[in-house]
């Protein structure tokens, strides 16, 4: 009799996603070679994570923003709003530099739903930045210094009635609703229920149920997207994301001067509120790649980076709740992949603690030969082509590059080449000579 | 409560820091003595920054103290404090990029060294620039950039100094994120800062300071 998933342990959930990413449903491969090509992508960068077999060769996976349009020729507004043209400019780039692992096209993100909640959390273009930037949070205190007893109380409400109506200006009037957990009985229900009949407060769900509808308008083409790269042989590299609950307190809710003082102020409430949110971060991540069926999980990670914290707050602050995320992913049999962005030099012997080839981290500015020295043995790593060399270096400078990385960090597997961070505006010269040169030279014999 | 308004500060200890700056005004003492005391102790934080004693959230706590500070002390002012200043200094994010948190840190170290710094804010034109340096002969030009994107306007940013026949009046200095060595020579600035403190000493190299 088949277990049940619960009864699975880690490592053979961990069996069970990659066998799910490898396998994926509903699939036609357009050829034999598709099909083939797909297994080896999805087996190379899986046999670079579990450190139990050197790869076929180091697999190349660029972390890709904004890139691809601005490779098509198309602008950064014309992404985020035009969604032929995103899936165009994407599917040019796979099938014109052919990377080990694709990403989706959800990074530019669905402008028109940002514009009918007339979202305050970001820029984006024609709204705030120009149509040939790339959109960037406007950091803010949207949870004040006194506010945490709330979210620690009740997150959801907190997000629902609270944080949502500040970021975006169209859900204002969800701060009239009263707590759903309200509603307990019959002679408890009509009262809770009152504000929703309120005019200003049907207009909000109005402009979320429009949200909706285009969200899922652009979610369906995410989908089509990730169905065509797949049957063409390009794997979709993620399967969810979370973040680090020190990053999502500090990027968008107090901000990075509020929980740089909070550390200081209120270290208590901040330690409180980073374990309230430590099980919603887990199942973010876990439902996402459930769903998807793909067991990478991205972590974007900030304010760890070196100089942001000393040592000792990132110990108190930062890696007990973040350790606590990557086991819980760990668990349900799923990679975290964290993107660290900055430095990590410091960090290295404090995130050593973690299990055996379960984990991805990919670097920016961080060292790498030490990076290999000291998680080798226990952790893939990868990044660290540093994105200046990709925006205005020269093809022999990127290649350079790449050989001093596969000698050192791609000694003996556990490797995957990567950009130190997100591309966008590169020379389509130099990441092509990324990707073909640790193609060529990444071999392993 | 007793002790010296420099060292309290400096170790980042608030409570004390504003009882001592408190009991000091009820005393009668100078304001303007309590905040040049609290601007030395601000040096003392960048001098441990600098010695990677203190990061960056030392940095941003040592600033808000040192606002308390002026908060309370300002309004007992009789005479406009007559700061000797090192030099004048123009900070902004370039065209493009609205990020604010590193800039500001600079502008707040640069300002509590001694330096004048005229903040232009983020997503700054090459005009801008171009406009201040005349309006207010600053020698030195800092540019701020988080964003990759930055790099080109950083580069058109100086260009257009250049073109304004300004670029031997001022000495460039550029920072943020990924900005390196490389960064420096595609945009032809003068040098580049890995953090505030790094700006600071430039700034003040450039002046003649020590």
Redesign the interface.
Known sequence: MQKKWEELSPEEKSEEMFKSWLSPKDVKFVSPEAEKAYKERITRIKDAIQLKKVPDRVPVVPFIGFFPGFYAGITPEEAMYDYDKLYMAFKKYALDFKPDAQIGIFQPGPAKVFEILDYRLY?WPGH???P???Y?C??GEYVKADEYDALIQDPSDFFERVYLPRVFAALEPFTKLLPLTSIIELPFTGGNLVPYGRQDVQAAFGALLEAGREAFRWGEILDEFDKEMTESGFPNLLGGATKAPFDIIGDTLRG??GI??D???QPDKLLEALEAITPLAIKMGVSAAKTAGRPIVFMPLHKGAD????NE?YKTFYWPTFRKVLMGLIDEGLVPFSYVEGGYNSRLEIIKDLPRGKVIWSFD?TDMAKAKEILGNTACIGGNM????L???TVEGVKDYGKKLVDTVGKDGGFIMSS??VI???KPENVKAMIDFTKEYGVYK | MSGDLVSVLAD?K?KEALEIAQNRLAAGDDPLSILDDARRALETVGKRFENSE?????L??SG?ILKEISDMVKPKLTRAAEVKRLGKVIMGTVA??????GKDIVVFMLDVNGFEVYDLGV?VTAQKFVDRIKETNAGIVGLSGF???A??SMKETVAAITNAGLRDKVKIMIGGG?I?E??RK?TRADAYGR?AMAGVSLAKEWVGSK
Not at chain 1, 307 to 310: E, H, I, K, N
Not at chain 1, 386 to 389: A, F, H, K
Not at chain 2, 54 to 58: G, Q
């Open positions: 820029a705030g930045v120009s040939y930037h790339t960037q406007i950091e990075t001067r740089m003082l550390m200081y102020r100089g942001f914290l000393s707050q500015l540093p994105i200046v060399l925006n205005i270096g130190g961070a966008d505006e590169a | 980042l608030e203190y990061f960056i959230p030392d941003i706590y808000e493009g990029d609205i990020h604010d948190i997503d964003l990759t994107l790099f080109d990924q390196d490389e960064v595609y953090d």
